[in-house]
C-alpha cells in the first residue's frame, strides 16, 4: 500500500515561513527522487522543488533563495522549508514519488495579510 502523507501548511503572512512534511509508506524510500508540486486556484499543478535520491536539490526559479528541500531517509520523510513567503506561493502543496501514480491529499498553504 503506497501512502504519501502531507502536513505543515497554514496560514501565514507575507515574508513568513512554513515548514511542510511528507511521510512515504509502501515504498523503498532511498530509491526515489521526491518532487514537491503545488497547484493554486485556476491554475496547473506546477514543480516547486525535486531531490534525487543522493541528495540534489533542484528549484523552480520562483522560489529560488527562499525555499529549500531535503530529505530524512530513515523517517522516510521529505521536507520544503519555505522562508520569505509571498501571495504567489499560495496552494496546494502536494509531494510526488518519481513514475508513481500515488498522491496524498496535498496540504493548504496560504499567504495573506
Known amino acids: 500500500q503506497v501512502q504519501l502523507v502531507e502536513s505543515g501548511g497554514g496560514l501565514v503572512q507575507p515574508g513568513g515561513s512554513l515548514r511542510l512534511s511528507c511521510v512515504a509508506s509502501?515504498?523503498?524510500?532511498?530509491?526515489?527522487?521526491m518532487t514537491w508540486y503545488r497547484q493554486a486556484p485556476g491554475k496547473q499543478r506546477e514543480l516547486v522543488a525535486h531531490?534525487?535520491?543522493?541528495?540534489?536539490?533542484v528549484y523552480a526559479d520562483s522560489v529560488k533563495g527562499r525555499f529549500t528541500i531535503s530529505r530524512d531517509n530513515s523517517k522516510n520523510t521529505v521536507y520544503l522549508q519555505m522562508d520569505s513567503l509571498e501571495p504567489e506561493d499560495t496552494g496546494v502543496y502536494y509531494c510526488?514519488?518519481?513514475?508513481?501514480?500515488?498522491w496524498g491529499q496535498g496540504t493548504q498553504v496560504t499567504v495573506s495579510s
Open positions: 510526488h514519488a518519481e513514475n508513481l501514480d500515488y
Open positions: 509502501g515504498i523503498t524510500f532511498r530509491l526515489y527522487h
Open positions: 531531490i534525487q535520491m543522493g541528495n540534489i536539490p
